[in-house]
């Protein structure tokens, strides 16, 4: 294999964190694709060029998402990348793995691809990197025939996601992985078969921390509360303040909507005014806890800067109860995804359509009725509509 000189690179080496620069390196020992992909990227740095060429339809049979094409420019010069298709295998709900399996995936992609992995891309799924048109069928093959499937790609729905949640979160509200897999395989055929006008993503958190951050990256965001009190043990409140928590300071002062107080002895929370935000559950563990009434708040149309600019989720739906087998919440999205489909045009994704056709519109259209946590940014304008009805009452 033809050894290429990296100077440029080896500076990303460098500092005390992992360096995907040593990772190619490592995989590049034994795999043409990889070592070729090191050698190309070099020549990007140098060149502050960029040679992958986008698209060109790959897949495999029977499937309109899940491979993304590439192919390389210099060919001739670079003959290891001059396919680098990369292939989406569906993760599994929170991420969890047994080493049999992770082993016995990378095993086949040191056979069949160019053992470069990035787990996990952005949408969730383990993204494969690199492998040749004519490597494709096997792998996938070879995958599924062991019970793994691809994930989302193109203009569908992508891979659902979501935080490990009640399987080892205290502050999990709903069943995150539980809503996950159902959804993942209640909307199989919009995966596997791109049809919408561009993508959707579901993602799916416990509580308002939102370690997937669904709010900055969903189409349709689930993030689990409650609507009961939190729950409060006015001991353990008295041992943060012993131990020499400022709790006017840390907890009070920092809660966004003003709802709480104390005084030296008593915290006391007007849970009508909580946004739910978690910052004091997380900051005193022991003595607060999401309260015992537990569902979740669908937000909707975040994405990052394509068409137009980057947007946050909006509330649409303050609380929803979301319990097995999901019927509800699931009735709520594809009432959702219709309205979009029908309104849309290419690569607009819901956040721009609301904003292009108005949020009454769309909450007309799905049945929702306008309330006070619909804002269209914090502590802002709420989404409030006059009906001629209004009027005349
Ligand atoms: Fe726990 Fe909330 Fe993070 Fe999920 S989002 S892992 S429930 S803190």
Redesign the pocket.
């Known amino acids: 294999m033809k050894k290429y000189e990296t100077p440029l690179l080896d500076e990303l080496e460098k500092g005390p964190w992992p360096s995907f620069v040593t990772e190619i390196k490592r995989a590049a020992e034994k795999s043409e694709m990889a070592n070729d992909e090191l050698g190309q990227l070099e020549k990007s740095y140098a060149t502050k060029r960029g040679y992958w060429k986008h698209g060109g339809i790959v897949g495999v049979l029977g499937y309109g998402g899940g491979v993304i094409g590439r192919y390389h420019n210099l060919p001739e010069e670079f003959p290891g990348v001059a396919h680098f298709h990369t292939v989406r295998i569906n993760q599994t709900s929170g991420f969890y793995y047994d080493t049999k399996s992770l082993r016995m995936i990378m095993g086949l992609w040191d056979t069949y691809g160019s053992g470069l992995t990035n787990m996990h891309g952005s949408t969730g799924d383990m993204v494969m990197l690199g492998c040749r048109t004519e490597a494709l069928e096997p792998f996938f093959a070879e995958v599924s025939s062991r019970g793994w499937d691809l994930g989302g790609s193109g203009s569908g729905m992508r891979t659902p996601s979501c935080?490990?949640?009640q399987s080892?979160?205290?502050?999990?509200?709903i069943d995150?992985m539980g809503i996950t897999h159902h959804m993942t395989h209640h909307f199989q055929d919009e995966m596997h078969r791109p049809m919408w006008p561009y993508k959707f993503k579901i993602k799916v958190?416990?509580?308002?921390?939102?370690?997937?951050a669904a709010i900055a990256r969903a189409d349709c965001s689930i993030i689990?509360t409650w609507r009961d009190e939190i729950q409060q043990d006015d001991a353990e409140v008295a041992n943060y303040a012993k131990d020499g928590m400022d709790i006017q300071a840390e907890i009070v002062d920092m809660c966004p909507s003003g709802c709480m107080s104390y005084d030296g002895k008593k915290l006391a929370i007007n849970n009508k005014e909580c946004t739910r935000c978690?910052h004091c559950i997380?900051k005193m563990t022991k003595a607060l806890a999401p309260g015992k009434d537990k569902g979740a708040t669908i937000l909707i149309g975040s994405k990052a800067p394509i068409v137009v600019g980057s947007l946050l989720s909006w509330v649409i739906k303050p609380f929803i109860k979301v319990d097995a087998p999901f019927e509800e919440i699931t009735e709520l999205i594809e009432n959702i995804i219709e309205w979009w489909d029908d309104e849309a045009k290419p690569r607009e994704r819901i956040g721009e359509v609301i904003e292009i056709k108005g949020m009454r519109s769309f909450l007309d259209a799905i049945g929702i009725k306008p309330q006070p946590q619909q804002i269209s940014s914090p502590r802002k304008d709420p989404f409030f509509f006059w009906a001629d009805e209004d009027f005349e009452k």
Not at 168 to 173: I, T
Not at 206 to 212: I, K, N, R, T
Request: proline share 0%.
């Open positions: 935080c490990l949640g080892r979160c205290e502050w999990a509200n995150t958190a416990g509580c308002a921390v939102d370690c997937v689990g978690m997380t």
